[in-house]
């Protein structure tokens, strides 16, 4: 395993269900916030904005941009609101914490939501001061992954080497451009989602960073 990523100097993970577990919920929160912001924007009920929320997602990567492209929503109060969430959920994670602290080069933080609720995360789970640049959706004019003009700004921005660099991400569908970039690929999820866009797979990043600098 050390030797499919001994090129690597520039680490990028995503956040939500990926830095943190999916079992310890807070990504509910979020959902259950976006379903109130949708109900009250565009004067629905819940069953018709749980149904928009999740149509967006799909569609167009994240429930925001469905409603900017649909409904010309501005994007700002909306990430205000639905990132103002209970992160006391999370634990922190010391081993995590390590195995990040030890890899080589440069850490990036790239996430679909925004950068301050980034860092929120980050403190909660202990591992604030670890990276060296965070990126949220913001920095893509809100454009989501898995937009390819998404990825091209960020990592614009970043000034990287794709083919020395991996990602971590829990979407498997967020993975088809870093891949085509030339990124080494893991699928951090419960779910094994077999792709030719996906390098590895892991239910358990602590565990298989330990792998890479134990």
Known sequence: MKDAFSNVRTWVF???????????RLFDQIEA???????????VDQTEADRLRAQYWRTYGTTLAGLMAEHNLDPEPFMIDVHDVDFSILAPDPALRQRITDLPGRKIIYTNGSAPYAGNV??????????DDIYGVEHAGYRPK???AAFAQVFGLAGFDP???????????NLAVPHALGLRTV??????EPAAHIHHHTDDLSGF?????D
């Open 146 to 148: 898995p937009e390819a």
């Open 209 to 213: 960073l330990a792998q890479l600098v």
């Open 122 to 131: 980050l403190a909660a789970r202990g591992l604030d001061g670890l990276f």
């Open 187 to 192: 699928h951090v999820a419960p779910t094994r």
């Open 163 to 173: 083919t020395r660099a991996a990602m971590f991400e829990d979407e498997a569908r």
């Open 33 to 43: 916030r976006m379903v109130a912001y949708v109900m009250d924007a565009l004067n």
């Open 14 to 24: 995503d956040l939500d269900n990926t830095l943190y577990p999916p079992h310890m």
